[in-house]
């Protein structure tokens, strides 16, 4: 059965975890992927650093190379594992030049230099894949290239670091500090010896600057995503968020503005208090989500696991199987569409909510003024919760807004600040997903 | 910006709901078609059966026609949405000869007659898609096809009809009868007059039938499904549902089952408790959710709008592109792979959980000679609930079982029912996602 197929020599650079999946499966799966793809599919090298560095049995000792070089050159389709900018970068564009078609899962790489890499696919005719660089398994690339191809999406809303929502749902569920929590998934693997691109929110916004791209037909870079990580989010942070009935979840957001005050695209990365009730609020542990909103479709969800050797190989061999069916069939990957060119917004006019804690004046007339200060910087309110608790003639008042743009927000909680009847702001949160 | 590109002539089968929405959409966004898929949309005809139906001002009265094989077969891209068997078959089979490509939503057509037309299509080397007849807007035909083309899918788990669980939340929630659900759904415009296709399980089926054929790259028709609708769900089974902390659930289930006993894909639509933390139990309404699970990838879920006009023109318009962009770039939709061939097996071969209520006399050893009934066919015995609510020296004990073929199950309950410590057998549900 497989006799009859053509032959297509596979490269792959990098045997960690998940290059190590993926040798495992092209060899112990031969047949599937030649029925699937129409090709047998020939090993015909693995780059590595190091030849005697221990690694897992499934990759033959045979295949090992340190020529990187002629592995990205000779060979009909390249799967770059090997993470980070450089080498990677040289080596894939080496890949484009010589005819090949390139898979990758390096989000950093295409949140750096996705325009770069298309263009270099598009003038060689070969096709470029990177569905593993967003969310492991789940097919999110496909679903905002393809899937939404015929659709208008407005918004998407994504758990997409599963270190973060790890760290957050130890927090929320055993009461941890964030460096306890940190600690429990250094130990698990969940999270690396330097966690900084994961807590820092780095991981999250390239993946957000893939997404923003792929949903608006916009080129949206690292450099244009506001970022907050979650090194300062507490354990009283987490007990306030449950007492408003929320969970605070790192979120990518890409949102669409198309009204009378802004267009463009808005696309960043920050904690936000998610109620309870909303889907996302519910994705556990190391798992993702992502939640697009489109004009025809409405809202769709796509939830799995977005690390990991095994998910991470699902997805890039899904994408090897249709680079080796347009080898045999012609026909080419959908190209890099940027043809909206919508502007790219700053932080100052996003959408979002506020939950704004203040200790007021116990006294009448205190919350008019309040919500005065609100209205005046054309803030809706959405809920007023009062509390009593502490002692002496102040209260606290937990307000909810409207959604609204940063820059109003701001100016809101600054007018709240003179505000004589205010003692003081204690508190200032974003909400999402209300 | 549009003039440069090749200009492909599309036709549309049917001006309903959906038809209607796929037409305007067509005509409104003609730019952003045109910058996706590299070619200008030109719709010449949309072809209905009377033309002076009262139907959606966005259809041109001008583009309709009463000649549906002239649409079907000049055209270079078709799209079908007549639904039902005939002329729905006819027409695309001529479509397929006059060398256009055509995009359908039909699910009961795919499920009766998918290999003629994956066939013809083939011969004639066009483009054949169906995403809009699984699930609307929510890419499964796409995850199943292409995303978990580098995995093998050990099973899918699905809500796929919005009548049905419509109904069965309205009897979960405010404790309706079936009757009193089904007339709510039918005055909401949730389901037809005549409601048998979606109560009796037949769409669900049809759905299920393509799954199964996608997951295991395996011919399975609508005939090879085993069926049973809702008509028979009262408001006492929802009520111990929840007391067994449970929802009752309509599943499309397709298995793939590869041990000792049996080899082979069971395919089946039934009603089944579900736990309410398993996610299917959260699923609201008429929304849709899939569940996929695959050796490499783990679990996967996908969620949204099953059916409706615009969701689901939004899925016929990603396939409209797609085969857009290959008219233009060449290449092929992934064509019908059912190389696996696997031994589709019957309703006695699934494996499922029951959940048994028996009435057993309260006496030592009636329990123990219940453990042997099911020990003896070969069934563990997940959890063992005793109430003793009943009157007199009788007790009801609610048994879940672990995962079992049908066989063994049916066996142990009719062994039960003849087991002298037993005095009646309550009730025998099936359990899944446990």
Same mark, same amino acid.
């Given at each position: 059965? +497989?006799?009859?197929?053509?032959? +297509? ?32 599919? *020939? ?10 560095? #221990? ?37 894939? +564009? ?30 060689? =005719? ?60 250094? =130990? ?71 009204? @009378? ?13 998610? #109620?309870?009730? *909303? ?46 069916? *347009? ?6 990957? #959908? ?12 932080? =100052? ?7 704004? =804690? ?43 807004? *409207? ?12 007018? +709240?600040?003179?505000? @004589? ?14």
């Amino acid at each position: 059965m +497989l006799v009859d197929r053509p032959v +297509l020599k596979v490269g792959v650079l990098g045997a960690g975890t998940v290059g190590s999946q993926v040798v495992r499966l092209l060899l112990e799966r031969a047949e599937d992927f030649a029925a699937r793809s129409g090709a047998r599919l *020939h090993v015909t090298g693995v780059a590595v650093r190091d030849l005697e560095a #221990p690694r897992d049995p499934a990759v033959p000792r045979e295949l090992l190379t340190t020529d990187s070089t002629a592995v990205a050159t000779g060979n009909d389709l390249v799967i770059e594992l090997i993470g980070g900018i450089e080498p990677a970068r040289t080596l894939i +564009l080496a890949a484009f030049r010589a005819g090949a078609s390139v898979i990758t899962g390096n989000k950093a790489l295409i949140a750096a230099h996705g325009p770069e890499l298309y263009a270099a696919a598009a003038q060689a =005719q070969v096709d470029f894949y990177y569905e593993a660089a967003v969310a492991g398994a789940i097919p999110v690339v496909y679903a905002l290239r393809e899937s939404m191809a015929g659709d208008r999406v407005t918004s998407v809303l994504g758990v997409v670091n599963g270190t973060t929502n790890f760290i957050l749902d130890e927090m929320s569920t055993k009461g941890l500090s964030f460096d306890a929590a940190l600690a429990t998934a250094q =130990q698990l693997g969940y999270a690396e010896a330097d966690p900084t691109a994961d807590v820092e929110g780095l991981d999250a916004a390239a993946k957000c600057a893939i997404i923003a791209s792929l949903a608006f037909h916009t080129r949206v870079g690292l450099d244009d995503v506001a970022v907050e990580g979650i090194t300062d989010v507490t354990a009283d942070d987490i007990r306030e968020a449950h007492a408003s009935g929320c969970e605070i979840k790192l979120l990518a957001i890409a949102q669409r503005r198309d009204d @009378e005050l802004a267009q463009g695209v808005s696309v960043r990365v920050h904690p936000a208090l998610v #109620p309870k009730d *909303h889907p996302l609020a519910s994705v556990r542990g190391a798992f993702n989500a992502v939640l697009v909103e489109a004009e025809a479709a409405g809202r769709l969800m796509f939830y799995g696991q977005g690390a990991g050797g095994a998910p991470t190989a699902s997805a890039v061999l899904s994408d090897v199987v249709a680079a080796a069916a *347009h080898r045999v069939n012609g026909g080419q990957a #959908p190209r890099e569409s940027s043809y909206a060119a919508l502007p790219v917004l700053g932080l =100052q006019d996003a959408l979002t909510r506020y939950q704004v =804690q203040l200790r007021v004046v116990d006294a009448p007339g205190a919350l008019a003024a309040v919500a005065q200060v609100f209205a005046s910087n054309q803030v809706s309110i959405d809920s007023v919760r009062q509390s009593s608790y502490v002692g002496g003639q102040d209260a606290v008042v937990t307000i909810v807004t *409207h959604v609204a743009p940063v820059r109003a927000l701001d100016a809101a909680v600054r007018d +709240l600040e003179q505000e @004589e009847r205010v003692e003081s702001v204690v508190s200032v949160r974003r909400v999402e997903g209300l």
